[in-house]
């Protein structure tokens, strides 16, 4: 009897810690857009990754500069 409380309990305050980080991931992007609204400048905005990437002139110059081709 007195394990299954335990159990419950441990269950329980899992629960309750799962929850919590849950809440916190959740609301830190609302917290972001808010103070960065607040911003003179554009210093909450990072460029984002290029998921296609584009080979420029520039990229097979130094290509062939590095490779001697």
Known sequence: MKS???QRKIALIF???LLAILAVLWIFPI???ILASFS???TGFVS???L???TTTQ???IYHLSTGY
């Open 15 to 17: 629960r309750y810690v």
């Open 59 to 61: 990229d097979l110059r």
């Open 52 to 54: 296609v990437f584009h």
């Open 4 to 6: 299954y409380h335990n």
């Open 31 to 33: 917290i972001w857009i």
């Open 48 to 50: 984002t990754i290029r």
């Open 40 to 42: 003179y400048n554009n």
